[in-house]
């Protein structure tokens, strides 16, 4: 288990990158319970605590569809 506290003007997706190194993993900080919470918020103040669950490498949660055809 890991918290991450946010800066002025984080959001989902930037939150995911920094702690997995891949925004596509957005879904797993948005389904942790422990944000339940937070999911109303679209540009976090800062000092916000935000849990970060652990996902394995290979977890995705964007389909390959979805993505630009250079990640695919």
């Known amino acids: 288990m890991a918290i991450y506290t946010t800066v002025q003007g984080d959001t989902f ?3 995911a990158r920094a702690t997995y190194g891949d925004e596509t993993k957005i879904q797993a900080l948005m389904e942790a ?3 339940i919470r937070l ?3 679209e540009v976090f103040p800062a000092g916000v605590e935000v849990f970060v ?3 394995s490498e290979e977890a995705s949660f964007v389909e390959a569809d979805d993505l630009p055809e250079w990640r695919r």
């Open 53 to 55: 669950p652990e996902v």
């Open 33 to 35: 319970r422990e944000n």
């Open 13 to 15: 997706d930037t939150i």
């Open 39 to 41: 999911l109303d918020t």
